[in-house]
């Protein structure tokens, strides 16, 4: 059984992120006046989503591809897409 933390298991992710964000918030203004919560920021757990006042900004470059903002998102403002082959994360395991 491994006893290693989740930092350290989360230390052994990497990427390799695209010049090109394969994610995107369709419509900032719904962010700003229909979600007070900002949904995104909580459950995504690469931290990509960021609320920077009046617009969400999103850091896709560290993003785990686990598809939760493709559910999670009460307005479906999330174009959500894999990267490009050869791009985004890579797991390992030891
Ligand atoms: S959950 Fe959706 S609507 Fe809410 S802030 Fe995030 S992208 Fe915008
Ligand atoms: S796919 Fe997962 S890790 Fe990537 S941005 Fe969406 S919620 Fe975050």
Request: charged share 25%; aromatic share 12%; glycine share 10%.
């Amino acid at each position: 059984m491994s006893t290693q933390t989740i930092e350290e298991k989360q230390y052994l992710v990497r990427f390799k992120a695209d010049t090109k964000s394969h994610l995107t918030v369709l419509d900032h203004d719904v962010c700003l006046t229909k979600c007070p919560e900002k949904y995104c920021t909580l459950f995504c757990p690469g931290e990509v989503y960021k609320w920077e006042g009046k617009r969400m900004h999103v850091g896709y470059e560290g993003c785990h591809e686990c598809g939760s903002c493709r559910i999670g998102c009460p307005y479906q403002n999330i174009k959500w897409e894999y990267p490009k082959g050869g791009y985004g994360v890579i797991f390992r395991l030891a």
